[in-house]
Every structure is written in C-alpha cells, then in structure tokens.
C-alpha cells in the first residue's frame, strides 16, 4: 500500500483535515463548489460519494487527494478507475436517522471483503460510536488486523448539547474524542477524528491522540463560498497551533 505522500506528510505531523462534501451529496456543481473552498482555506484531503463521474468531476478541478466513502464494497472498485487515492467504509451518521446501525461483526465483514477487492488502496474505516467505547477499541485492533490504514471515530450525531457557545461545541464533540483518545492509544495506525468537531475542539482531537480531523456539516453546510473557505482556514489554523503545540500525553 502506498499512501497519498500529502495525506501522509499530514498523518505524520498529526495536523491532517479532511473536509466532507457528504456521504449522499451527489450533486457535482456543489461538491466542486466544497472542494475548491477545502483546497483554498489548506485542507489535506477531501472525502465525497462514491460515484465515478463526481470523483472525475473532481479530479479536474483539484490535486488534492479524494477519499471517496460508502458502505458497499463492489461500489468502490470503479470509484477507484475513476481517479480516487483512498477509500472509507463509513460516514455511518446519515444512516443512523434511517434507523439502521452498524454492529463490529458487519463492519469487518465489509473491511475484509474491501481489502480483498481492492489489496493496494489506502483503506480507512470508522468505527461506529453506538459501540461501547471497549468495543469500539476492540473492533479497531480487529480493523488493523484484516488491512485497515486508518481508523476513523465518530459521534458527533448522536450528542445533543444543552449549553451555547463554546461550551455546546465541546459537549457536541465528546463521544469522538473519547473514542479518539481511547483507539490511537490501542492501535499503531493514524486515527481521523471526525463527527461534530468545530475549531474549539479540533486541538483537543489533536490533544487527544488524533492524527487528524474530519469535518462536514461545519463547511458543507454553508452556502457562501468564502465562508466555506473561512471556516476551513479557521479549522487549519487551529490543527497547525495544536500539532506545533507539546502536548503531555
């Protein structure tokens, strides 16, 4: 497996940032429109839907790595023709509204039968949050085991805070900082933190053994394309000050 060498220069400095045009966003005019705000405000990488003619949609716009996420392994295969540099099973908030999870056994199947169709693709799984934490960490050493490169958290959907401003962002991103900081102490791989994370706790993912963030509703719901390049600048900043920052771990 070769990685992406940005994405992993990034890892490496632990001040990745991946930015999510969204799981079912299909619509090429505003995933580009997302893209091009990701690569000017500095982000590392982008992750969009898995079809084949967005990722070339894509390609022709940027030289930043895409990350192409989905649940159906075979659906990957031809999302990888098409230009894309690595791979995710997941993104599984949008499906948790629908009523449906994602138990460890299912997630490994679908890691399994993904490095079997695909040995070289750089491969990042996440691990869903509806499992305790000890699961969590449990499947993650399972992941690594059967071919994962990266282990991505989340949570941020199922959190709702009770309090504003800064102190509702924090309480937002607990459950995938705590997954952060339990997984990257367990596993010897990069771990994205991702799910409800704001500037205010991207340095706190850091803090916490992340090796970088994922974040898109904080952009990809913006309609403003100079917001959306503001917001990821903020996000960068704040990874740049965190991954510079000695943090006692």
Do not use: W
Request: hydrophobic share 50%; with cysteine.
């Amino acid at each position: 497996m070769t990685m992406h060498p940005k994405l992993a220069l990034a890892l490496a400095k632990k001040n990745a940032l991946k930015v999510i045009s969204g799981l079912n966003n299909f619509n090429s005019d505003r995933v580009c429109q997302i893209v091009k705000a990701a690569e000017a405000g500095g982000a590392t990488f982008v992750d969009i839907a898995v079809e084949p003619s967005l990722v070339k949609d894509v390609r022709r716009i940027t030289n930043l790595p895409i990350c192409v996420s989905a649940v159906e392994p075979e659906l990957f295969v031809t999302a990888v023709e098409a230009g894309a540099d690595l791979i995710e099973i997941g993104n599984f908030d949008s499906f948790y509204a629908q009523g449906i999870r994602f138990e460890a056994e299912e997630v490994l199947a679908l890691t399994k039968q993904t490095r079997s169709l695909l040995p070289e693709i750089t491969l990042s799984v996440t691990v869903p949050h509806i499992l305790a934490l000890d699961e969590q960490v449990q499947l993650a050493e399972a992941l690594v085991d059967a071919g994962a490169d990266i282990i991505q958290t989340e949570g941020g959907t199922s959190v709702k805070p009770v309090n504003p401003g800064v102190q509702g962002l924090i309480e937002k991103a607990t459950a995938t900082l705590a997954a952060a900081h339990s997984i990257s102490h367990a596993v010897n791989i990069p771990v994205l933190c991702a799910s409800g994370l704001s500037s205010v706790t991207v340095p706190m993912a850091i803090a916490a053994g992340a090796s970088g963030v994922g974040v898109g509703s904080a952009i990809n719901q913006l309609n403003d394309e100079v917001a959306m390049v503001a917001a990821v600048r903020s996000l960068t900043e704040a990874l740049a000050q965190a991954s510079t920052n000695k943090v006692i771990r």
